[in-house]
Every structure is written in C-alpha cells, then in structure tokens.
C-alpha cells in the first residue's frame, strides 16, 4: 500500500488563507467596521480594530451597542461559513481559487441573535470567537464570546440561530 | 418632552461618532417613543450577491432608537446602556431603500427600561426586523427615586 505524502505546509497554510481572506474580505460592511479574522488551523479569531467611528456614547466613552451586536454577528456568520467550507476545501471538493466576490458560497442568514452586554466596550481593539453548538441541514445555533484586554473578562456574548444556505444554489 | 429638549437630544443622537458614520437621521422623538432612519448604503452590504444590507447595519440601527427611545422617557434618565438585545429577521432589506427603526420604551422600573423596535424599509406592512431589548436606567442625580 502507498500513501500519499502530506501536503507540504505552505501548501496547506496558502489554501486555507486564500479561502479564509475570500470569504471575509468578499463582505464590504466587515471591510466598513474594520474586522478581520486569524487562523490557528480551524481556529478563528475575529479582530475588532478600534476607530472612532465605532463610539457609541463619547462620554464614557465606549463603544455602541449595534458595533458590539455587529461585530459578533458577523462573527457567528463567518464562523459557521467557515465550517461548512472546511471539509471541502480540505478534501479539495472546493478550490480556493474558485471563490471570488461574485463566486462566494452563500452565507447563512440569521434568523434571531440575542446579545448580552456584561461590560461596557472600552475604545481598543477588541475580539471574538464563535462556538457552532448545533449545525444542522438546515438551522444552526452559534454562541459567540467577545473580550478585549482580558480573555477571561467577557465585555459580550451572544447567542444566534441561522438558516443555512442551500446547497444547490 | 418638549421643542428645546426634543431639539438638543435629536443632536445628541446623530452626534454620535457610529451614528453619523451610518448617516442615521432622528425623525421623530418623545415620550418614550423613537423613530430613527438610514440611508441604504453600499459600504453596508452583507451579502454581496443580492447586495442587501448587513443585519449588523440593522442591529446598530435598532440598538440606537431603543437608546434613544429610553433617553426620551419622561423619567428623564441621565444616561443609558444596552443590558440585552434580541432581534429578530423577518426578512432581508430590499436593497436601495431607507430603513426606518420605530422603538417604544414601554415600561421602566428604578433601573431598567424595557424596550421593543420594529426596523421596516418603504414597505411599512412587512418588517425587516423586530427587535426586544432591556436597557440600563441611570436617574438624574438629586432626581426622584
């Protein structure tokens, strides 16, 4: 019996990358908030970095309740995106150089998304991850955890059921 | 509330640095009561295929009237934060058209003000999204308790 020999690591990282910037950058209103996302394997990590723009209450100051809501939401969404590409793009059932802007796959759409504000947002960079709890042919529900300075220091967390996209169109 | 202070909290909503980034206008506000709008806009696209507009965008959208709604109650708050929001999407947002937030703080308690917000675009019979949310109630200082 012969094995294949592992794909070489650069191989592995540019078409995970390529895949991972097409989907997020193929969204203009992430481009307008000014979040990106990094990789650790199927890791996510979303990447809030902080501009004015994105104060809510310029007394304290902090950051506005619909940017915190926004900047999970999206989050939720690229999350589970991102694990419904995975298999293929690993198995090669989907080339990464195939997804375009115009030739993304289509994303889930909420169905409802309850945010829990535990802190006021402070004016800094500020991240999140999703959790996909439950990810059916058709629902899903994802919990999303938002911090800033400190991991264990929740500023926000959220909870979100989605429709999944179909998978003929 | 009446014209001045209607006047000065209409310009202290569409001051805030996220609320003018999104170009929201204030068009009706009082007694607990908000209507806030913003224009379609293409840096606030969320699905590039159909070009409909972010659920995010509607969500910050929301989140303000509701504020907004509690800041206009007549108990007179000094401040206020969101403790909780829940939306919910009927449907997407047709692309090119205004959307308008309606919210109603409809109880208040020491504490907490309880608000629920509809977002519609032109077509006013069918809502974008609904939303419930509680916020935090900061009294005026020196205020009735």
Request: with cysteine.
């Amino acid at each position: 019996m012969t094995r294949r020999p592992p794909e070489p690591v650069q191989v592995i990282k540019q078409r995970r990358d390529a895949a991972l910037s097409a989907l997020v950058h193929g969204v203009p209103y992430l481009q307008f908030l000014g979040v990106e996302f990094e990789r650790r394997g199927d890791e996510l990590t979303a990447i809030l970095t902080y501009d004015d723009k994105l104060i809510g209450n310029p007394m304290l100051p902090a950051l506005h309740g619909g940017v915190t809501a926004a900047f999970l939401e999206a989050t939720a969404i690229i999350g589970l995106s991102w694990s419904l590409i995975w298999d293929d793009l690993e198995t090669g059932a989907l080339d990464p150089r195939s997804l375009t802007p115009d030739a993304l796959p289509r994303l889930p759409k909420t169905i409802d998304f309850t945010v829990d504000y535990l802190r006021a947002g402070l004016p800094r960079d500020a991240y999140a991850r999703a959790r996909v709890n439950r990810s059916g042919r058709r629902y899903a529900s994802v919990h999303v955890e938002g911090w800033q300075d400190n991991r264990a220091r929740l500023f926000a967390q959220a909870t979100g059921h989605f429709l999944m996209p179909s998978r003929d169109d | 509330m009446d014209q001045d202070k209607a006047g000065i909290a209409r310009q202290f909503i569409q001051a805030i640095p996220h609320s003018r980034a999104l170009n929201m206008r204030v068009e009706l506000l009082g007694a607990g009561m908000a209507e806030i709008s913003m224009p379609y806009d293409e840096r606030l696209i969320g699905d590039p295929k159909s070009g409909v507009i972010s659920g995010g965008a509607v969500s910050a959208l929301m989140d303000t009237c509701g504020g907004a709604a509690v800041m206009s109650h007549p108990a007179a708050p000094a401040s206020t934060a969101t403790l909780d929001l829940r939306i919910d999407y009927m449907r997407a947002a047709t692309p090119g058209q205004r959307i308008t937030a309606r919210a109603e703080c409809y109880h208040v308690t020491r504490s907490v003000a309880f608000v629920r917000a509809t977002a519609m675009d032109e077509d006013h019979e069918n809502p974008v999204a609904t939303a419930t949310g509680a916020f935090t109630l900061e009294r005026p200082k020196g205020g009735t308790t």
